[in-house]
């Protein structure tokens, strides 16, 4: 059975930059549109970016959009979230996931429309 493994994760400070992987194992990535979500402690856990089997939709939560880059490299079957200009509350486990089929603005950020999950990421900003 195939798994998602983010990694990329650590510590940093407010106005930096971190970069998360997410990497497939056991599981072809083209075939999945993939989703970056977050879960700060106390909250549910929250839309990021996500975007289509090709790369050429993305999709982004208002939070997070102008600063949050995602890209993917289906040779390489990894997904990336490029996170710059960091704030505090970015801290957050980020998830990764897979989603099967075509993607639009609202299923790109239904938790329920993803097949496949990472086990999450921690990302800790200070200020």
Known sequence: QG??????GGLAQAG??????CAASGRTLSWY???WFRQAPGKEREF?????W????TFYADSVKGRFTISRDN???????????LKPEDTAVYYCAA???YIGSVSASTRARYDYWGQGTQVT???
Do not use: H
């Open 48 to 52: 990021v970016a996500a975007i289509n």
């Open 33 to 35: 549109a993939m989703g």
């Open 99 to 101: 989603q099967n089929g």
């Open 75 to 85: 040779a390489a079957n990894t997904a990336y979230l490029q996170m710059n200009s």
């Open 125 to 127: 900003v200070s200020s």
């Open 3 to 8: 798994q998602l493994v983010e990694s990329g």
């Open 54 to 57: 090709s790369g050429a939709s």
């Open 16 to 21: 930096g930059s971190l970069r998360l992987s």
